[in-house]
């Protein structure tokens, strides 16, 4: 077969059959296919398969392995090896047995259909498949929170009720410098920690109206309802402040500082790390769409990281007047605040 250039599947990945003796498809996995929509390829060869996914990400791969067994297993245990196909959702049609099903199961299959399989049964089976392939790709893979993806949805949903909420942006400052003295093994470690605090503290203070989500490296988002900010920000910062400085050696420890270079190469006193958040709320502001949360808490986000220490701020703009945003300024690690 001629493979489609990468133009031609690049805004609807293909949906991909590999059948090795050119069998078609049972009728109802046809039809669930039909039902997804986009290009449905059949292809009969292991390099062929690997040379088309590597270079267009296929959607989903069905794994015909009725008759052809061998070639079947090989190609999906060669998918599944590369890490850019890996998150790829693969189907493995068997015949029955416990054995062919433990043999697909173990080649790195998301779903194992038999041919004892009810037809009533395959669809909601590889439906299945689809959404937790979906739930997997939404979450961040070192803190297990969710991606990007899902809090922009976890946005849109709060600015569907109606119901005053506030969208933190966290971000650790002076973790760059962190990073290159104590290598990305214990920036990691940092950044493990982090998630955990903001998940327990949010979760914990605000339950299931706490969400808590990961954007990439350091940066984080929560949303928690508007009257909490106080309580939730300040038991964050305050506890931060405890854990940070013993991510550090006893002599940066006791020091305060260690000498890095900054951005530009120039060597410098580097504090210990603090955490800054932004605060957006739509009490005072008609908030549309997440792409404006985000941008508003990423202002608030980076006037706070120009305070000193851990500190967060609160964007009291409105839509008619623009007025500078509040700081919510830190005496050790006690948040001051003002009557709401």
């Known amino acids: ?77 060669r998918l ?53 392939s979906e739930r997997d790709l939404s979450v961040h893979p070192s803190t297990r929170l969710a991606g990007a993806a899902a809090i922009e ?23 760059k410098e962190f990073n290159d003295r104590y290598s990305y093994n214990h920036g990691d470690r940092v950044i493990r920690i982090l998630a955990k605090l903001l998940h327990d503290v949010v979760k914990g203070l605000c339950g299931e109206r706490g969400f808590i989500g990961h954007i990439g490296g350091d940066d984080f988002i929560f949303i928690i309802p508007y009257n909490m900010i106080p309580e939730v920000c300040g038991e964050i910062i305050a506890t931060f402040d405890i854990l940070a400085p013993y991510q550090y050696s006893e002599q940066d420890r006791k020091a305060g500082y260690f000498f890095g270079k900054d951005r530009r190469g120039h060597l410098d006193r580097v504090p210990l790390m603090t955490l800054s958040i932004g605060v957006v709320t739509n009490l005072k502001r008609n ?48 948040l001051l605040t003002e009557s709401q």
């Open 1 to 77: 077969m001629a493979l489609p250039k990468r133009s031609d599947t690049f805004s609807s990945p293909a949906l991909i059959c590999f059948a090795p003796d050119d069998c078609r498809p049972p009728a109802s996995v046809a039809a669930w296919l039909d039902r997804l929509g986009g290009d449905s390829i059949t292809i009969n060869s292991e390099g062929e398969l690997m040379s088309f996914a590597l270079r267009s990400r296929p959607g989903v791969v069905i794994f015909d392995a009725r008759t052809a067994a061998p070639e079947s297993l090989s190609a999906l245990k």
């Open 80 to 132: 599944k090896a590369d890490s850019y196909t890996a998150v790829v959702p693969c189907a493995f049609m068997s015949d029955d047995g416990a054995d062919a099903m433990a043999a697909g199961f173990d080649a790195g299959a998301d779903e194992v259909i038999t041919k004892s399989t009810p037809d009533e049964s395959v669809v909601p089976r590889l439906d299945a498949m689809i959404r937790r």
């Open 153 to 175: 949805l976890e946005i849109g949903k709060r600015l569907g009720t109606g119901e005053a909420f506030a969208v933190c942006y966290a971000d650790l400052d002076h973790f």
């Open 287 to 334: 908030l549309t769409s997440a792409a404006l949360v985000s941008q508003l808490a990423t202002e608030m986000k980076t006037y706070a990281k120009s305070l000193p220490g851990s500190v967060y701020t609160v964007d009291r703009r409105n839509d008619d007047r623009i007025t500078p945003p509040e700081q919510r300024p830190v005496i050790g690690a006690t």
